[in-house]
């Protein structure tokens, strides 16, 4: 199985996007990325283990917590979630799953729910510096200081904010 990633994915620092492709199951998606049916599930707001060719999955990294804390923005006239979603950093497939507006016109002073991170990273095995600031944004510095007398060694939490 190779990955099939989406070429106009965005990022946020704790999910990948990924489009499905005939033949693939969500065990097989769990076991590339190295995350769980059950994390993807909750991630995608799935309610079966169906899933369809095309269909774009939120796909959470190994190792950083899911979403715990949400910030509301209050929307203004000609707000998109499209637009918020460029606006606060995080992608629209996010909003989604946070949020039951479907394709409603969202209206002036109506509350989106905007995940963000939460502030720790527990190390996985195989984990490196280099791939701990890649999947965290930060720098070896601000790890550093973050977590100065830290072992960095796997089961190990380090504050990442």
């Known amino acids: 199985m190779s990955m099939n990633i989406n070429p106009n994915k965005r990022f946020t620092s704790g999910y990948d996007e990924y489009v499905v492709k005939q033949g693939d199951s969500l065990y097989q998606i769990a076991k590339l990325f190295n995350t769980t049916v059950a994390d993807i599930s909750d991630a995608n707001m799935l309610t079966s283990s169906t ?7 939120m796909i959470p990294k190994a190792g950083l917590q899911q979403f715990t804390v949400f910030e509301d923005y209050r929307t203004v006239e000609g707000d998109t979630m499209a637009g ?3 606006k606060t950093g995080t992608s629209l497939a996010l909003l989604g799953t946070y949020n039951d507006f479907g394709a409603l016109k969202l209206e002036k002073n109506q509350i989106v729910k905007i995940p963000r991170r ?3 990273y527990q190390i996985s095995e195989g984990d490196t510096v280099s791939r701990i600031i890649h999947q965290t944004g930060k720098t070896a510095q601000e790890l550093l200081e973050l977590n100065a007398g830290t072992w960095l060694k796997k089961g190990t939490t380090i504050r990442i904010a």
């Open 84 to 86: 918020i979603a460029q």
């Open 118 to 120: 939460g502030g720790t």
């Open 51 to 57: 899933i369809y060719p095309g269909q774009v999955l």
